[in-house]
């Protein structure tokens, strides 16, 4: 089984939907990442969390929020969706050291 | 402020040749510094890491990076690339061992047979 998972793996919605990106890790890691891909420009940082209680914006976090349910949960939300979100999602877990990604999340905004 | 290149958005190479893929950063301090792979439809996977000490660093898949200091570089390498090596590679840099990546625009590598 694969140590980072992302759900949905792929996802079509609308202008306007609200839409919930979820990551769970079993490699018992603390702190969780979420980035965004766009060709050109590598992965950006969206949000990140070093424990449950901590909660912090990275480079580019307008129009996106985060929950972190649990050690292992990490979700991602765009609570108004529009087409420049349309992108390639990534959820990554570290304890100190390098990142371990998921697979993605490939999320079409029409 | 803090900044990974990579000069290069696509390279093609033949199967069997060498392969060098360029990463240049600018850091204030020595940064920590990745390669990491992403295959197609894939996440990205940890080729080798750069923390301190011996400057050629040798990674999975038969590769290998070297950092140069006097020319902010690290560079990846492989003597001999596969088929299996076409992906593309995301050179990534921080001050905090890896807990905030800085990634380059990444360097999409193809091969030809």
């Known amino acids: 089984d694969a140590d980072v998972t992302q759900t949905p793996r792929n996802r079509i919605t609308k202008t306007g939907k609200r839409i919930m990106l979820e990551c769970s890790q079993t490699?018992?890691?603390?702190?969780m990442y979420w980035y965004r891909q766009d060709p050109g420009l590598g992965l950006r940082l969206i949000y990140y969390?070093?424990?449950?209680?901590?909660?912090n914006k990275g480079e580019i976090s307008d129009g996106y929020s985060v929950s972190r349910q649990a050690q292992a949960k990490f979700s991602l939300s765009l609570e108004s969706a529009i087409p420049n979100q349309t992108a390639l999602y990534f959820c990554?877990?570290?304890?100190?050291?390098?990142?371990?990604f998921g697979p993605g999340t490939r999320l079409l905004v029409l | 402020a803090q900044s990974v290149t990579q000069p290069d958005i696509h390279i093609t190479v033949s199967e069997g040749a060498s392969l060098e893929l360029r990463c240049n950063y600018s850091y204030g301090a020595t940064p920590y510094l990745f390669w990491y792979v992403q295959s197609p439809g894939q996440g990205l996977q940890l080729l080798l890491k750069y923390f301190s000490g011996d400057t050629l660093v040798q990674g999975i898949k038969g590769f290998e990076a070297e950092f140069k200091r006097s020319q902010s570089s690290f560079n990846l390498r492989k003597p001999s690339v596969h088929w299996s090596d076409a992906a593309e590679y995301f050179c990534?840099?921080?001050?905090?061992?890896?807990?905030?990546?800085?990634f380059g625009g990444g360097t999409r590598l193809m091969v030809k047979p």
């Open positions: 490699k018992g890691h603390d702190r």
């Open positions: 990554a877990t570290s304890a100190s050291g390098p990142q371990y």
């Open positions: 969390s070093f424990d449950v209680k901590d909660i």
């Open positions: 990534a840099g921080d001050n905090n061992a890896g807990n905030m990546l800085t």
